[in-house]
C-alpha cells in the first residue's frame, strides 16, 4: 500500500507596511475620529438654557460631549503630526501654518469645554441664583470660542492642506475641490454673523459645513483605504 504523503501549504507571507502606507492610515484615523464630535449637537441642548445652573439632576450629557470634544481636539493635532512629515515636502510653509492652525483649533476646543465643565462645578456646588449670570457668561464664552475655533479655523485648514494635497498630488485633485469651494462660503458665512448681519444658522453657513466636512470626511475614508498616490515628493519616502 503506497503510503500517502500530505503535503502543508506553504506559509503566506505577508507583506509589511511600507512607513508611507502607515502614516497614510493614521492620517485618515485621525481625520474619521474628529467626526465623533457631531453628538454635541443634542448633548449641548440642556447647558444652553439660561437657567441651567438653577437645575438639578446628573450632568453626563454635557460631561460626555465634553469629552467627545477633548477627542477631537487631540485628533486635530494627531493630523498635523502625521501629515506634516510628508507636506512639508511640497511646502514647508504652508505646512506649518496647516500644523499652527490645526493646534489653534485645538486650544479652543480645550478653552471652550473648560468653560462648561466649569457650569458643571458651579451647578454641582448649588450656587443657585447667585451663579446665574456667571452661567450664562460661560456659555457665551463657549459659543463665542466655538465660532472663532470651530468655525473660523477649519475654512482655514481645508485650504492650507487643500493647497498642499492638490499641489503635490498626494490624493485626487478632485477631492481638495470641496474644501476650496466651502471654505471661502463658511468664512463669509460666519464673517456675517459677527458683524450681526444674519444668525448663526444661514445659507453660506449651511453649504460650508457640508462641502468642507465632505472634503474632510472623504480624505479621511481615501487615506485609511487607499493611502497616498504616488507622488515625486514621496521618492524614496516609502522604506524610510
Same mark, same amino acid.
Given at each position: ?5 500530505? !503535503? ?40 444652553? !438654557? ?73 451647578? !454641582? ?11 450664562q457668561a460661560l456659555v457665551g464664552m463657549y459659543?463665542?470660542l466655538f465660532l472663532v475655533g470651530q468655525s ?21 485633485r478632485i477631492l481638495p475641490l470641496g474644501g ?61
Open positions: 500500500m503506497a503510503s500517502t504523503i500530505t !503535503q502543508r501549504p506553504a506559509a503566506t507571507k505577508r507583506t509589511p507596511m511600507d512607513s508611507l502606507r502607515k502614516t497614510a492610515l493614521v492620517a485618515g484615523a485621525f481625520y474619521l475620529l474628529t467626526f465623533v464630535s457631531i453628538p454635541t449637537l443634542a448633548l449641548y441642548g440642556a447647558v444652553h !438654557q439660561p437657567d441651567y445652573i438653577l437645575g438639578s439632576g446628573p450632568d453626563t450629557a454635557v460631561v460626555l460631549g465634553g469629552l467627545l470634544e477633548i477627542i477631537v481636539a487631540l485628533a486635530c493635532i494627531g493630523t498635523a503630526i502625521a501629515l506634516y512629515p510628508v507636506v512639508k515636502r511640497q511646502n514647508e510653509g504652508v505646512a506649518l501654518g496647516f500644523v499652527g492652525a490645526r493646534i489653534l483649533e485645538a486650544a479652543t476646543i480645550f478653552a471652550g469645554v473648560a468653560s462648561l465643565l466649569t457650569i458643571v462645578t458651579l451647578r !454641582q456646588a448649588g450656587v443657585g441664583a447667585d451663579g446665574l449670570i456667571t452661567g459659543d463665542s473660523l479655523i477649519p475654512p482655514l485648514n481645508a485650504l492650507l492642506l487643500g493647497f498642499l494635497l492638490y499641489r503635490s498630488g498626494l490624493v485626487p476650496f469651494i466651502g471654505a471661502p462660503l463658511l468664512l463669509a458665512g460666519h464673517i456675517g454673523t459677527m458683524f450681526g448681519l444674519w444668525g448663526r444658522v444661514n445659507v453660506l453657513v449651511g453649504i460650508g459645513v457640508l462641502l468642507v466636512a465632505g472634503w474632510e470626511f472623504s480624505l479621511g475614508v481615501y487615506l485609511v483605504v487607499k493611502g497616498f498616490k504616488p507622488s515625486p515628493i514621496t521618492a524614496g519616502m516609502a522604506d524610510s
